[in-house]
């Protein structure tokens, strides 16, 4: 898979990309980032990329030359462009299973007070917001996506199958996690967990999962898909019945 972000600070990117498990992904060649400027497909003796809004108002705007050179350079024909822009499609976990099937991504950080619209009408494929509140520009939201899309990459992470238990992977939160030592400070973990029977251990995850999620995304369980049981689980919850 190729990924490419298209930014005016390749600084403020290039340095997490070389860590943790992307950087890893990157020097095993599971996939191709690439960082780009977008000042290099400026034109003039000053490579401008933004101007002043017409209508008036404060603040700069990113020019659409520059970023349909961008684009127009480095799209490929399996490529999906996305925009990283406040007033996009709220980023999931659903979004980066799909925008892990392309075979080309490329990610525009927005900056300043936005983009000329006509990027949004003609040149992508879609914009995506990673949460409704200000960032300075969409390096940070790029990271995130492109973060969250490659860890999502067969062979990327050292477990078989790990993504697919992690948060919001099955619709709910992931349950609690412990390791050694079994004490601490007086707390213990929890004996089922120490017990060797998978399929209550694998029993007591999924109610500790509905739970925690009940109390801290409960708007996540109108989306999940869950047994009659469950759903009995969480009416429990709702009167103050607490898990197993």
């Not at 007033?87 to 976990?93: A, P, S």
């Not at 948060?167 to 707390?187: I, N």
Request: hydrophobic share 40%; with cysteine; aromatic share 6%.
């Amino acid at each position: 898979m190729r990924i490419d972000i298209v930014t005016l600070f390749p600084a403020l990117v290039e340095p997490a990309l070389a860590e943790s498990v992307i950087g890893r992904a990157r020097a095993r060649g599971l996939v191709d980032i690439r960082v780009v400027n977008l000042r290099d497909y400026a034109e003039g003796k000053h490579r401008v990329t933004d101007d002043y809004p017409f209508g008036g108002g404060g603040g700069m705007v990113l020019k659409p030359e520059p970023l349909f050179a961008a684009v127009e350079a480095l799209r490929t024909p399996a490529a999906r462009v996305i925009l990283m822009d406040p007033r996009g499609r709220l980023f999931t976990q659903q979004m980066a299973w799909e925008l892990a099937s392309a075979k080309h991504v490329l990610l525009l950080a927005g900056r300043y007070e936005g983009v000329d619209e006509r990027v949004s009408e003609m040149l992508v494929d879609d914009a995506v917001s990673i949460g409704d509140y200000v960032l300075t520009g969409g390096e940070l939201p790029a990271l995130v996506v492109t973060d969250t899309v490659v860890r999502l990459l067969p062979g990327v992470l050292g477990c078989p199958g790990g993504a697919e238990r992690e948060s919001f992977a099955g619709g709910l939160l992931e349950p609690p996690q412990y390791t050694r030592p079994e004490e601490f400070r007086g707390a213990r973990v929890p004996a089922v967990l120490l017990s060797g029977d998978h399929a209550h251990i694998e029993r007591w995850r999924r109610v500790q999962a509905l739970y925690r999620t009940w109390r801290a995304r409960p708007d996540l369980l109108e989306r999940a898909d869950l047994t009659e049981d469950e759903r009995r689980l969480v009416d429990g919850f709702k009167r103050g019945e607490k898990p197993e």
